[in-house]
């Protein structure tokens, strides 16, 4: 092994050190030259050059608002999220108020079946004090029955709660011209096309024909009260009048047009289609015919209920007549009291069929609809009104006691109005109209049911959803729903 000395060891290794430091000066001075973009290679004195202060605190700035921005933004989305929640809180909360009021409606119509049922016998409509008929709670719910008091003699601010009897009104497909051209606002032209609507042997398909779009005529009965609205020259003024939501009395958004403080009804509240008594004696026999009367029949009848010397001088006063045009004209002729009439009232008819159609029931029937009656003026209807009020326990047995009513020196219009079956004192039909709000007095929902007794248990005819119309429960009803509300807040 050849070994080296110690000067040829320290030599080479001063020439590596001398050659090192040669390339790393020639490497820095290129840098020295670089561009300042390129990068982050900067050149020696752009390296020792001092920060400028003005532009480092305008960076602090720019990052200032920057930030100011985002958190602006974040809060913006934040209180947009939040009102949207709440506003779903709110709509969430109206559907289970709603929800509520269906309930509460369905139990209305239970309840009025109940009461139908139950409180109204030999078709008699229910008294209202005997039955709950405002604010009635379900839950949380309430319900009310809006119905009509024909029998205030002052205008009502506030609707009157109670079920409705569509006996009251006239039948649609039943009343004549004569009678349909006395109500208010009826006009000869629309009377002409009601009668037209429902003739069978109608000729006015051609006035259907040229309506946009047209539509034939349908030359049979009515099946709804709202069906008028198809009848040529029924104009939404004429079948709704100034009462638009159909509650009885004057809102503050409805229209007084003839300024008497008085919500005029359209011919909508004057019509049903409903109306009918079952043509049956109460044991579910045969009625006996007044229009040809069985001698044997009818003196079996009065020996059933009267004396033989009461029966013997009844049948003597009717002679040999054997037809009557209807059971007022009999009582008329017969002699009997009033009292001793409604004993046999119950079997008699002049009707043919299962049952009696169209006959208004003069206890419950309003002064308009009464005016239309066969010689009944205004103020022979007013007089009946007054009559019935006063006699309440007298005027369900018969139709007798009008005779009373209207009085003997008015005979003419007695036998006017007894040359025809047109009145009663029966209803078998009701309009249960229920409203009702769920908690607080939101989600007012308002459904109107018609039930049919003639058969013996409540059935449900129709129902129609009635809450586009608005709230129909008055200003008071709402002024307290409204209390009651901000008092739980």
């Known amino acids: 092994m050849r070994l080296r000395s110690p000067s040829t060891t320290m030599r080479s290794r001063g020439e590596v050190s001398i050659g090192f430091r040669e390339e790393l000066e020639s490497r820095f001075q290129l840098l020295r030259f670089l561009p300042e973009s390129n990068g982050n290679l900067l050149s020696r004195e752009n390296r020792m050059r001092p ?35 709440g506003f779903e809180l709110r709509a969430s909360d109206n559907r289970v108020c709603a ?27 229910p008294d209202y004090t005997t039955y709950y008929r405002e604010a009635v709670p379900v839950g949380d719910a309430h319900f009310w029955f809006i119905g009509r008091n024909y029998d205030s003699q002052t205008p009502l601010t506030q609707p009157f709660f109670a079920l409705v009897d569509e006996a009251s009104k006239l039948n649609l497909n ?35 024909a040229a309506l946009h779009p047209p539509y034939l005529c349908k030359s049979t009965n009515f099946e709804t009260v709202d069906e008028l609205r198809l009848v040529y020259g029924a104009s939404r003024e004429l079948l709704e009048g100034e009462d638009s939501n159909r509650n009885g009395v004057l809102d503050p958004d409805e229209y007084d047009q003839d300024r008497n403080n008085l919500a005029d009804p359209g011919l909508l509240e004057y019509f049903t289609v409903y109306s009918r008594e079952p043509n049956l004696r109460p044991d579910g026999s045969q009625k006996f015919s007044l229009r040809n009367l069985n001698t044997d029949q009818l003196t079996s009848l009065l020996q059933t209920n009267f004396d033989a010397s009461r029966a ?39 009707a043919s069929g299962t049952y009696i ?9 309003s002064p308009a609809v009464l005016c239309c009656l066969p010689g009944i003026t205004t103020d022979l209807a007013l007089q009946l009104v007054s009559y019935r009020d006063a006699n309440l326990d007298r005027i369900t047995n018969s139709i007798a006691w009008v005779v009373e009513a209207i009085g ?21 039909q009701f309009t249960a109209d229920i409203a009702a709000v769920g908690p607080y007095g939101r989600g007012y929902r308002r459904v109107k049911y018609i039930f049919d007794l003639s058969n013996g248990t409540p059935t449900i005819l129709y129902r129609q959803d009635l809450s586009h119309l608005g709230w129909a429960l008055g200003r008071e009803v709402r002024q307290t729903w409204l209390v009651a509300k901000g008092a739980t807040r």
């Open 51 to 85: 920060a400028n202060p003005v532009r480092r605190a305008f960076e602090r700035g720019s990052v200032l608002i920057i930030v100011l921005w985002i958190t602006f933004g974040l809060v913006a989305v934040t209180l947009y999220f939040a009102n949207s929640t």
């Open 99 to 125: 929800l509520a009021a269906e309930q509460a409606i369905e139990a209305g119509a239970r309840y009025a079946a109940y009461v139908l049922a139950n409180h109204g016998t030999n078709g008699v409509l």
């Open 174 to 208: 039943s009343a004549n011209t004569n009678m349909l051209d006395l109500l208010p606002n009826m006009t000869q032209e629309l009377s002409d096309y009601i009668i037209q609507w429902r003739s069978t042997n109608s000729t006015g398909s051609q006035t259907y």
């Open 312 to 350: 013997s001088a009844i049948r003597a006063r009717l002679g040999n007549t054997t037809t009557f045009a209807s059971p007022l004209q009999f009582f008329m002729r017969s002699g009997m009291t009033a009292d001793e009439f409604g004993v046999i009232a119950d079997n008699l008819t002049v």
């Open 357 to 365: 159609v169209g006959r208004v029931n003069v206890t419950t029937a």
């Open 408 to 428: 003997q020196n008015n005979d003419s219009v007695l036998q006017t109005l007894a040359a025809g079956d047109y009145i009663t004192v029966k209803s078998y």
